[in-house]
């Protein structure tokens, strides 16, 4: 069993930055892809980025540029640092494993005021 725990979330006002972390448990980490997804109110969830094994990363349009993903599997973690961020960010966080019928963390919250 895979446990995943995000830190990092908070308010912030724009044009501010946040770096959020996730760590799992176990020793499956290295083995899949891992990324970031975010719900905000009313809407459904989509992904932000993602990272595979091997290191390839892919983002959603509307953080390109802003957001960057990073993953260190000796400490089984991985990382978004959010740069330039936009009220439209404001959301909960979530850090998954697997993709999106496998493992995901309790999510954490990001509000940031305009």
């Known amino acids: 069993q895979v446990q995943l725990v995000e830190s990092g979330g908070g308010l912030v006002q724009a044009g501010g930055s946040l770096r959020l972390s996730c760590a799992a448990s176990?020793?499956?980490?290295?083995?899949?892809?891992t990324g970031w997804y975010r719900q905000a109110p009313a809407k459904q969830r989509e992904l932000v980025a993602s990272i595979s094994n091997g290191g390839s990363t892919n983002y959603a349009d509307s953080v390109k540029g802003r957001f960057t993903i990073s993953r260190n599997n000796a400490k089984n973690t991985v990382y978004l640092q959010m740069n330039s961020l936009k009220p439209e960010d404001t959301a909960v966080y979530y850090c998954?494993?697997?993709?999106?019928?496998?493992?995901w963390g309790q999510g954490t919250q990001v509000t940031v005021s305009s």
């Open positions: 998954n494993l697997g993709g999106p019928a496998a493992w």
């Open positions: 176990g020793k499956m980490f290295s083995r899949y892809a």
